[in-house]
């Protein structure tokens, strides 16, 4: 299939990439863009927003870059608004911040606790309050909010931060997808298992947890953790969003679309 995102309009927000390769953010807006849309990469690093904003343009696409913390709701106004200066409308939101600091509730400073809640869930509670309005007024729209398997089980790591910002993502997501249902506006959350990305790598509490530093081997680690024997990629989690941003999704919302080769189905 192709350009099932044809005519539509997609706001990825956190669409750069922390390092070399490809996160999910931006293999999600090249994919979005491949598929039609025209596509607003948005990110707190404005180069980076800028290199995948360039992908697309090399490749054909339509998209523009702009800078945007998005736990500060000033700057959302901006980014929204820039978004809608340049293509007029926003079909898609898709969600695509997050940190994750290792520490369980006896380790996690204060401070911590209240940056890593600002970053993976103020994040989406502004940016739909933002965007719900614009898509009201045009009739409809899709937001898929990038949570993780870590909202619904152990991971093995002690991230108490992560557990309860992305559980609490998972709530948000599907009361406001009722709330909003019968506008047209449907609210899905990818949950991602273990993927092969470049937050991943460039996460020193990850690597130490797992490997006492050694990337290469909590790749090795990590992959063995996974009934089909490796992680995922950020393409597998930007196929999963570009079902629920297009129409072939038009029935659904409210879902935890589990993307993790099996790893929750194990009993540990």
């Known amino acids: 299939m192709v ?8 706001l990825v927000v956190g669409a750069g990439s922390i390092g070399p390769g490809w996160g999910n953010g931006k293999a999600t807006a090249v994919t979005f863009a491949r598929e039609g849309a025209r596509v607003v990469c948005a990110d707190l690093n404005l180069a980076a927003a800028e290199e995948t904003a360039e992908i697309i343009r090399d490749e054909g696409g339509d998209a523009i870059a702009v800078q945007a913390d998005v736990t500060r709701l000033a700057e959302i106004d901006e980014m929204v608004e820039a978004t809608l200066a340049a293509y007029g409308r926003i079909d898609v939101l898709d969600n695509n911040v997050g940190i994750a600091v290792v520490g369980g509730v006896v380790e996690i400073e204060e401070d911590e606790w209240d ?8 994040s ?10 614009v898509m009201e007024r045009q009739g409809g729209g899709s937001i898929v909010n990038i949570s993780s398997v870590a909202s619904i089980r152990w991971t093995g790591i002690p991230y108490a931060t992560y557990y309860a910002s992305k559980a609490a993502l998972n709530h948000l997501t599907k009361t406001t997808a009722v709330q909003y249902a019968a ?3 449907r609210v899905n959350a990818v949950l991602p298992g273990l993927m092969k990305t470049p937050m991943v790598a460039a996460s020193a509490g990850l690597a130490a947890t797992y490997a006492a530093g050694d990337v290469e081997e909590m790749w090795r680690k990590r992959d063995a953790q996974v009934p089909m024997g490796h ?7 930007a196929n999963a969003a570009l079902f629920l941003a ?3 999704s038009r029935y659904v919302t409210g879902l935890e679309l589990i993307v993790d080769g099996g790893l929750t189905l194990k009993y540990a």
């Open 3 to 10: 350009d099932r995102l044809s005519g539509k309009v997609a």
């Open 115 to 122: 940056r890593v809640l600002d970053v993976n869930l103020k």
């Open 124 to 133: 989406a509670f502004l940016t739909m309050k933002r965007v719900i309005p």
């Open 183 to 185: 506008q047209k506006i």
């Open 231 to 237: 992680m995922g990629e950020g393409w597998d989690v």
């Open 246 to 248: 297009s129409d072939e």
